[in-house]
Every structure is written in C-alpha cells, then in structure tokens.
C-alpha cells in the first residue's frame, strides 16, 4: 500500500530544481494571499518597514518556506497559514525568530535573528492592528503571513534557510546515521528515515506492531525509506488525502490506483481521477456514468499499452492519531465496477415498482452495523468489511452466515409493525444481488410445481432450488392473503398475525399455519382460483416432504416464509394476469 501512496507521489510531485526533496514545504490550496512583515536591517538594529498584500502564486510557498510542523508550536519556516491573526502571529511567527537564534553556532546570525524577535516582540501590537487592515475580508479569501528582510523572501535568505533545513534534517532525519536499502526506490546503502510518520499504521507501545522490537530507535526497519523518497511519499499522502478520501455508507475509505498499473501511465490514470467529481461507489446515478467511464475509457486506453490498471480500495478509522486500517481491497478492477453495475440496473427492472427506490449497499449495511439499534457501537463493522471485500474481489459468501443479521432485523420489524414489507424485501434483493454477481452459490432445481407458478415466481428466485423452499415462499404469499383478508372483514384487526409465532416456525408450525389459512379462506368466503393454484401446490408439497428433509435452519424457513409475505401482492397481481 506503501508503494502505491509512492507512486502517486511520483505522478503528482513537481519539485524545484534547486531546492532538495526532503526540504520540499507545503502546497496548500486554498490560500488566495500572503501577507509580507517587511523588515530593514540597518546598521546595528532592525526596523518595521510596512505590511505588504500580495496574491498567493504556486511559488509562494517555496519563496516563503511554508511547511507546517507542530500544530501547537512554529513551523520549519517563519511563514504561517493563518486562522487568527493575533493568534498566528504570536504563536508561529514571532517564536521563531527566537528559536532560531537560540540554535544558531554563527555569533553574527544570533545577533541578527535576536534583533529579529526583539523587533517583533516590540512592534507586535502595531504588526498585528496593520496585518487586520491590510488582511482582505471578502468571502472565501485565505491568506498566509510570512517575513522578508531587505525585501529578500526566506528562500533567498541564508541564515532564515539554514535553520528552516537544520529543523527539517533533525526531524525527519534525526541525529543517528541510519543506512541501508530503500524499500521504496530499491536503492542500496542510501540515508534512512529513522521514524516515517507519514502514515500512522503502527504505535511504539503495542506488541506485534514493530518488527525491529519494542525500541522505538529500531522502528525504522519497519519500513526503510531515504530521505529522498520520504517527500515524494508525503506528497503523495497529501494527493490521496485531499482527492481520493470518500464516504461509504458511514465509512471512511481511500481510492487508489494500484501499483500494477504502469509507472508511465499513472500520470493519464490521476488525470481521468481528478475528472471525476465524485468518486464515492455509493451506486448512486450520478456516479455511474463516472464509473461506466473509467471502465471504457482508462481500461482501453491502458489496454492499447499492454498494461492493466486497478484500484486499490483502502478501509481505515482514526484512532486518537493513528489511522487504523479495518479493510484493504488490492487489485479492483474496472470491469468489476461493470459486473456490480448490471446485476443493480437488472434487480431495479424487477423490483423498483415494488420498493420505489434504487438499490445501494444500505441494502447490506442496514443488517450489517449494530446488532441493537439503541446501541452506539457499531459492533458489526467487520462483518460488513468481509462482505465488502467478497462483493468487489467476488468470493463467495454464505447464505447461512447472512441470515441470523437479516432474521434479527425482519423479526424485529415484524414485532414492532416497523417497515417489515422494506426490512424484509431489501434483504431478499440483497441475496439476489448476491447471486447475480457471483458471491453466491446455488442450484437449479427441477420444479414440480405447476408451470404458472414457476413463471410467477422465476423473477424473484433468490435460489429456490428445491421444491420445499418455493413452498415456504408460496406459504407465505397465502398467510398475507389471509392476513389482508381479515384486515378487511375485523376493521384491520389480524388475529392471524399471532399464529406466526414472531417468525420463529419449525416445520409443525408452518403446517399448522397453511391449514389454517386455507381453513380462514373458506371461512371469509375468498378462495380465488389463485389462492387454489397456490394451495393445491403447497400442501401437496409441504406434507409429502418428511420434515428431515427440508433441511432448513428455523432461520432459513422464516426468512422463505416472510419473503413470500412481501411478495404476495405481485405474485396475486401476477397470477390474475394470466388467467
């Protein structure tokens, strides 16, 4: 994963010629001005020479030696984006000048940087009261201050460079010599970072997270990386961060061009990226047509290089400071995203009447996030990370691995009459998704049933692949019958509800339950023809089959049951129709 943050890197970096990788400051985007304290050396002293308001250009921040260190102390450089001006001023600009001079082994430079703080420590109010006139006000403006001496901007001033490098060395670099082998460039006998921190994966203090041990100086083994490289690393953490860091139904995740793509086309691939406004595979409509395009467009094009590209799809939580990796999906590719877009487009044919919505992973998250929705925790992240992971890189899942989160959910909203027809049919067309991607096995079987209901229930077949479970499904398509029948005749009372025993039917219950409802049908005087159809076909197959032979878990026969219960009106609506 390393490698890939690397090389995007690589495709994005532009350093100066002059000024060394590891001594590269920060390129923010967002500022639109920096603000200049111009400062005079006279003889033997300093002297405030005026504010100046310049706009920001892509040279600023190198002129200006913008690099962020500490967010509660100074900087490398005696610049600073600014978020209160009295606060920045005092708190990044004027402390260091007194740092500097401190740390400085050139008797004159110590002079000069002190006269520096002694002028800024005097002049801090007046500074302050001209920086807030000058700063502009409009809307959406942001701005920087930095201090120039003599007009010359801190790149261009030796003693301000020197300590702006020696801050830099000593932090990523350290004070120990470290060589050997950059896992990165591959090159030998070269400098080592001794602490890499662009990417916190890792803490000092937990067994098992730093292969050199438990010695915080052996940490560097861990991943060896040259000072050369480290930049180039850091840049391409920054791109990552700001353009490819998106939501997923609650979680946060990164996408990145994975390293088997070649070096010489990811420059075209981050261009196709940074087209896309959003990224988020969310199968929402607006991002499926971006989708659709980087599957033709990229995977054509790199195609015509004999080169193959994919994505890297990252997981990850903020813990404190550390970035804690929950899923890393290596080698997507396009033609995946294809696959999941036509199993959607070909469920939403069937069943967008039905649910009046379009389908989205909330089809698998709303099952797969807490197992008590009064709780905070989010307990079931990971069982949605896996099958994450199986949906994009299609491994398979089992049905029985799924069903006690889909039952715990249909039961409760069954219970509490709380979108029971939703709660259950999302689950349905979520293991039909399933399915039709590949994730999920199942066999054909041979129906016995008449040819009508075959047809009728051939849309919504989630592997019913024996006779038994198209039973259950039919069960249920009569209990809801039954149960809207009441509904009219009681003035919506449905005592029936209650011989469901909450949806936790064993064999004998099920039985139970379609004599009954046919018993109720003849009762209400509203046997239908359909209602016949379906019942010559339930009995003879619910009581011929010994109930060792269903092999079923109470589950299972529940969720075949309460599918059917949804289904009923279209399934009825359907069966008219033929007739």
């Known amino acids: 994963m390393i490698y890939d943050v690397y090389r995007v890197g690589k495709a994005v970096s532009g350093y100066e010629e002059e000024m060394e990788p590891l001594l590269k400051p920060d390129m923010p985007r967002n500022i639109t001005h920096v603000i200049w304290v111009n400062i005079k050396q006279l003889e033997n002293d300093m002297s405030f020479d005026g504010i100046e308001l310049l706009e920001y250009s892509e040279n600023t921040p190198t002129l200006s030696l913008l690099r962020k260190a500490s967010s509660n102390g100074t900087n490398y450089g005696p610049s600073a984006q600014v978020t209160e001006i009295g606060k920045t001023f005092t708190k990044k600009i004027v402390p260091w000048f007194q740092e500097a001079a401190k740390d400085s082994e050139v008797e004159e430079e110590q002079r000069n940087l002190s ?62 010599n470290y060589t050997g082998t950059c896992c990165l460039c591959g090159k030998k006998d070269v400098s080592l970072v001794p602490k890499l921190d ?255 209901l075959e047809a009728v229930l051939e849309p919504y077949n989630i592997g019913l692949d024996t006779d038994i479970k198209k039973a259950l499904v039919l069960t249920g398509v009569l209990v809801q019958k039954v149960m809207n029948i009441q509904a009219m005749n009681l003035e919506g009372s449905t005592p029936f509800f209650n011989r469901l025993k909450g949806l936790k039917m064993r064999e004998a219950d099920v039985k139970g339950v379609l004599k009954e409802a046919l018993k109720l049908m003849q009762e209400y005087k509203n046997f239908s023809n359909a209602s016949k159809m379906i019942a010559e076909a339930v009995m003879e197959l619910i009581f011929i089959t010994p109930a060792d032979k269903w092999g079923l878990s109470t589950d299972e026969l529940n969720f075949y049951v309460a599918g059917g219960m949804t289904l009923s009106k279209k399934i009825y609506d359907q069966l008219k129709e033929e007739q």
């Open 115 to 176: 006269l520096i703080y002694d002028l800024l420590i005097q002049n801090q109010e007046d500074v302050i009261c001209k920086i807030n006139e000058k700063a502009p006000k409009a809307k959406g403006v942001s701005y920087m201050i930095s201090v120039r001496l003599d007009e010359a901007v801190p790149y261009k001033v030796p003693m301000f460079y020197r300590y702006y490098e020696k801050k830099i060395r000593k932090k990523v670099v350290g004070e120990d």
């Open 198 to 452: 662009v990417f916190k994966f890792y803490t000092l203090d937990k067994p098992g997270f730093i292969s050199g041990g438990f010695q915080e100086e052996d940490i560097w083994r861990n991943c060896p990386v040259c000072t050369s490289c480290e930049p180039v690393l850091r840049e391409g953490k920054k791109y990552v961060l700001n353009n490819l860091h998106f939501k997923f139904v609650g979680l946060d995740y990164y996408l990145i061009p994975s390293s088997t793509c070649g070096e010489m086309r990811l420059d075209y691939l981050l261009y196709r990226l940074r087209d896309i406004t959003e990224k988020s595979f969310s199968f929402k409509e607006a991002k499926e047509n971006e989708f659709q395009t980087l599957s033709g467009d990229i995977f054509e094009g790199l195609s015509e290089q004999e080169d193959i590209n994919s994505y890297r799809i990252l997981f990850f939580r903020k813990d404190n400071s550390a970035e804690r990796i929950l899923l890393d999906i290596k080698d997507v590719f396009p033609s995946r995203f294809s696959v999941l877009y036509a199993a959607k487009h070909k469920l939403e044919a069937i069943y967008e009447e039905l649910t009046g919505e379009k389908f989205t992973f909330r089809y698998f998250r709303n099952y797969l996030s807490k197992s008590e929705p009064s709780s905070k925790v989010y307990d079931l992240d990971n069982n949605f990370l896996e099958l994450t992971r199986a949906i994009f890189k299609q491994e398979k899942v089992r049905l029985q691995g799924l069903m006690p989160f889909y039952m715990n959910n249909i039961r409760r909203a069954f219970l509490n009459d709380e979108y029971f027809f939703h709660t259950t049919l999302r689950a349905w067309i979520g293991i039909q998704y399933l399915q039709a991607i590949g994730c999920m096995d199942y066999k054909e079987g041979e129906g016995k049933m008449d040819a009508r």
